[in-house]
Nanobody
């Protein structure tokens, strides 16, 4: 059974940093893209960042470019999101996701971790 488990969320003041981690199990993710999405109260879930299975050319939502960095662990079953210069508008539940081999749609999702940025 595939599982994605996020950790690292919490409460931080504006301008602070957090590092989210996602550990995936149940299959190999060597050929899967992995990404982060978020959902704020009253809003739809939105794309934050993702990284292809090659590990090259990650993508970011415009509002987080230059502040967030996505990376993958050596085993490819872990993905991280380093979040710097956090803003109150970054407050949301952050979800980790992964695709099937060589796919572009995200089929596997974690339960989410809360990130709250106070002003």
């Amino acid at each position: 059974q595939v599982q994605l488990v996020e950790s690292g969320g919490g409460l931080v003041q504006a301008g602070g940093s957090l590092r989210l981690s996602c550990s995936a199990s149940g299959r190999t993710f060597i050929r899967s893209a992995m990404g982060w999405f978020r959902q704020a109260p009253g809003n739809e879930r939105e794309f934050v960042a993702d990284i292809p299975w090659t590990g090259r050319n990650p993508s970011y939502q415009d509002s987080v470019k230059g502040r967030f960095t996505i990376s993958r662990g050596a085993t490819k079953n872990t993905v991280y999101l380093q979040m710097n210069s956090l803003k109150p508008e970054d407050t949301a539940i952050y979800y980790c996701a992964a695709t099937r081999d060589y796919d572009s749609e995200y089929s596997y999702w974690g339960q989410g971790t809360q990130v709250t940025v106070s002003s």
